[in-house]
């Protein structure tokens, strides 16, 4: 096919199902397709002129980067034109065919088909370009990349109904003009006045100046906007709503952010930061290989998206802005590794965004839940990540315990509640907060009122390797060791263990040597008869699957039995003589207290036997 021939080509299939899904879930507000538009137009002037830097030629003579809006309320058209980069028509068939956004597979994965909660989703995904087909029944762009022949520009264009074309045309002007014809009801955004209160509210943020004629017409354009870079202005001239509006354009996420904090810092060092913090986790957070950082200019020059090394991992969620004064302009991902400058500035940032979560936490309790919800997983890496900031991540963490209906607790919460006489912060790991909730482990901690903080994350396992010690305090896990309850509040009579078996311990230890280290009275029994309790050393049954899980092979290590001797199973088999009965309720004993604990018996078809054998009163 030659290249000036007219060619239509079928949108990849997720285009066609995301801007279905758009027109019906953005009717209500569908305005939002012109902050799409501006939104893009300024990314392509900023691109434009990172490009220059490196070749002047693609700057254009004395043009100045822009973006202005046309309309004919006739015609029922609006044009958006832009100086910047432009595309080639095969950057025309890819940018604007198919979805290049991280996390689309995950997006597409989690719609439900159900409108109303698909809608949400789709906030939550940004909604780009496409957008533009809420108002247009047919959409032009047309394109001519800076550094490209006027001749061989393109001009693509579609109903947005499964198909679009591609057109080899001339174009004089560097940049792109996208022109809507807008839908009958659409009209509105044809009319100046409206035009003008939406471009003020969509674009004042915007680096560059954004142009309208006042009647459509023929007359002289007027700049709408401040045209100045949002960061760039002092705080005190900005309001709530300036720092929304860039929040849309920086992290193209349209629902509203939980907090930022913006920064001009001045002396040795000259920097700028604009960060945020979203209200909802991306789809793609816990993929590593997924694009993150902060969008990163030197001057007020852009010169890089997702500049990941100015942010720790464990804040890869932050979004926003840093503008450096000192950096040189042609700095590259690869000098940015090295340099100790932006080092200097990734401390900074980190320290910056904890403080702000600090505060959030402090004066904003709701928001600082809605956070902790869809980030907590990942702070928590920063405790294994981040030795030096330890302290300050710490008071961040929140857990749930056995104290409240599901409240997540602060270690300072748990710390202030501590009885007179208990020494450590105690924590059980379990599969769910509920599981860890019913674990035979902590019931004698529990009858004796003393509160334990249940860890149920993925990453909790690993976290809870690197607690170890707060605020001089021991943290202990109750399933494992020896647990001290020097100074804990003793048990009502009732329930307090009597060890008066140690020949049944002995008994029972000599039957089941291949599975248990051995068997002893437990302290933290009340109601259930058996749990089992490893070695301090052992790193516990949820580490060691994720770590066999990712392939590592760990020494077998056998768990303590532990018995309640008030227990009225554990009195019966006291009472039994040596034989199949007694072998088989200790069998069964050791096989609950693994199941207590979310495991699986070592010879399940085994228990399911001896269970039956008891149901059945074969004893
Ligand atoms: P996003 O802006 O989030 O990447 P969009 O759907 O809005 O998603 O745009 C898709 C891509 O199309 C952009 O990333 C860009 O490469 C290209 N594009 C859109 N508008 C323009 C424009 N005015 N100039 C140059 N490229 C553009």
Redesign the pocket.
């Known amino acids: 096919m030659s290249e000036h021939a007219t060619e239509t080509r079928g949108f990849q299939a997720e285009v066609s199902r995301l801007m279905r899904l758009m027109i019906h879930s953005m009717y209500s507000h569908r305005e939002i397709f012109l902050r799409?538009?501006i939104?893009?137009?300024s990314?392509?002037c900023d691109?434009r002129r990172f490009a220059a830097l490196a070749d002047p030629s693609l700057a254009g003579g004395g043009e100045a980067y822009g973006i202005r809006v046309d309309f004919d309320s006739k015609a029922r058209t609006l044009t958006?034109s832009?100086s910047?980069?432009?595309?080639t028509r095969d950057?025309a068939g890819e940018?604007?065919g198919t979805?290049?956004?991280s996390g689309t597979a995950e997006f597409f994965a989690r719609l439900t088909g159900d409108e109303q909660k698909d809608s949400q989703l789709i906030g939550q995904f940004?909604v780009?370009?496409?957008s533009v087909f809420i108002v247009a029944e047919r959409v032009e762009?047309r394109?001519r990349r800076a550094g490209i022949e006027s001749a061989v520009a393109v001009c693509w264009s579609s109903s947005g109904e499964g198909e679009y074309t591609l057109e080899t045309i001339t174009r004089d002007e560097i940049?792109?003009a996208?022109t809507l014809h807008l839908k009958e009801d659409a009209a509105e955004f044809a009319d100046p006045f409206r035009l003008r209160a939406l471009i003020r509210r969509y674009s004042d943020h915007i680096a560059f100046p954004v142009l309208l004629r006042p009647d459509g017409g023929k007359g002289e354009y007027d700049r709408v906007n401040q045209a100045q870079a949002l960061w760039t202005r002092p705080r005190q001239e900005l309001s709530d709503d300036d720092y929304r509006e860039f929040y849309r354009h920086v992290a193209?996420d349209a629902a509203e952010p939980l907090a930022w904090s913006h920064n001009q810092v001045e002396g040795r060092r000259e920097y700028t930061t604009l960060l945020y913090i979203p209200a909802a986790a991306p789809f793609d957070l816990y993929n590593r290989e997924s694009p993150r950082g902060l969008r990163l200019y030197v001057r007020r020059v852009f010169i890089l998206d997702d500049a990941e090394q100015f942010l720790p991992l464990f804040l890869r969620f932050i979004k926003g802005v840093v503008d450096s004064a000192d950096l040189p302009l042609n700095v590259s991902r690869e000098l940015l590794q090295q340099d100790a400058e932006v080092l200097a500035i990734k401390g900074a940032i980190t320290r910056r965004v904890l403080e702000m979560l600090a505060r959030l936490a402090n004066d904003e309790p709701e928001k600082y839940r809605t956070f902790w919800k869809e980030f907590g997983g990942v702070l928590k890496e920063g405790v294994i990540e981040d030795p030096g900031n330890r302290e300050r991540i710490l008071p961040l963490l929140r857990f749930a315990s056995t104290v409240g209906d599901g409240e997540l607790h602060s270690l300072a919460d748990y710390v202030a509640r501590m009885p007179e006489g208990q020494k450590q912060v105690y924590y059980l790991l379990a599969d769910s907060a509920t599981a860890a909730r019913q674990s035979p482990q902590l019931e004698g901690l529990r009858a004796r009122g003393v509160e334990v903080l249940l860890l149920s994350d993925r990453i909790d396992p690993w976290l809870a390797t690197h607690l170890d010690e707060v605020d001089g305090r021991v943290i202990k896990d109750v399933a494992s060791g020896e647990l001290e309850l020097a100074g804990l509040p003793p048990l009502t009579a009732a329930v307090a263990p009597v060890d008066t078996m140690p020949a049944l311990y002995a008994r029972i230890a000599a039957r089941l040597a291949e599975r248990v280290a051995g068997v002893r009275v437990s302290t933290r029994l009340a109601e259930s008869a058996a749990c089992l309790v490893r070695d301090s050393a052992d790193p516990g049954p949820q580490l060691r699957r994720l770590l066999e899980a990712a392939g590592q092979k760990l020494p077998e290590s056998r768990s303590w039995l532990e018995l309640n001797p008030a227990h009225p199973l554990v009195v019966r088999l006291h009472l039994l003589p040596d034989g199949a009965a007694f072998d088989s309720l200790a069998a069964l004993l050791a096989d609950q207290a693994q199941i207590a604990e979310g495991g699986v018996p070592p010879d399940p078809a085994g228990f399911v036997r001896r269970l039956n054998d008891w149901l059945l009163g074969k004893y």
């Open positions: 799409e538009l939104s893009n137009a990314d392509a691109r958006v832009d910047g980069i432009g595309m950057e940018h604007l979805i290049a956004k940004g780009g370009f496409y762009v394109s940049g792109t996208v193209h």
